[in-house]
């Protein structure tokens, strides 16, 4: 979970988000970088299908109002746990964060090729660290891959794939 008091930039952030989400048009957008909300998948087994990700969204029902109430740790009456990744033209923040983690922080998006968006992460606890990773987009799927690569981990360094769900043009730019 995002402590509040830890980030400076929150009360900027949730302004950047909503404009972001639905309003404005970014820089990140003009390059075709998937920006918004997206719902995570949680099996971890294999990489989930389209069809997996919109059974997912029909049973969850996601939305915007919803990711921001587990945003701000304000879990939602009658919701099944759920996490959320918010992406903008300069942000990465997962709900499930934890404290001293390398997934949320500034970022740095290059222009998406084929589908696939590189980028770079400078986590906020570990300033002094650059994390490289792709956003894997496709247009005709509902499925968004999150790839962090060389994260610091226990027994070296290691890659971090996470997979993500699209739920509707509301949440993305």
Do not use: Q
């Not at 900027?12 to 920006?35: E, I």
């Not at 949680?42 to 997912?56: G, N, T």
């Not at 996490?83 to 709900?95: A, H, N, Q, S, V």
């Amino acid at each position: 979970m995002i402590d509040k008091h830890r980030h400076g930039w929150i009360t900027r952030a949730k302004r950047v988000l909503l404009a972001g989400v639905l309003v404005s048009v970014t820089a990140a957008a003009a390059s075709n970088a998937p920006t918004g909300v997206f719902l995570w998948y949680p099996e971890r087994a294999a990489e989930p299908s389209s069809s997996d990700c919109d059974a997912l969204v029909k049973r969850v029902k996601p939305s915007v109002e919803k990711a921001e109430a587990w945003y701000w740790g304000r879990a939602p009456f009658g919701s099944e746990l759920e996490f959320y990744l918010f992406i903008t033209e300069d942000r990465m923040e997962p709900t499930f964060s934890a404290e001293g983690d390398y997934d949320f922080g500034r970022l740095s998006l290059s222009p998406t090729m084929d589908d696939e968006t590189s980028f770079e992460l400078v986590p906020d606890d570990h300033p002094a660290v650059v994390i490289a990773g792709s956003i894997v987009a496709s247009k005709e799927s509902s499925v968004v891959t999150v790839i962090l690569r060389d994260v610091p981990a226990n027994g070296g360094k290691a890659d971090r794939t996470t997979y993500y769900c699209r739920f509707g043009e509301e949440a993305e730019t």
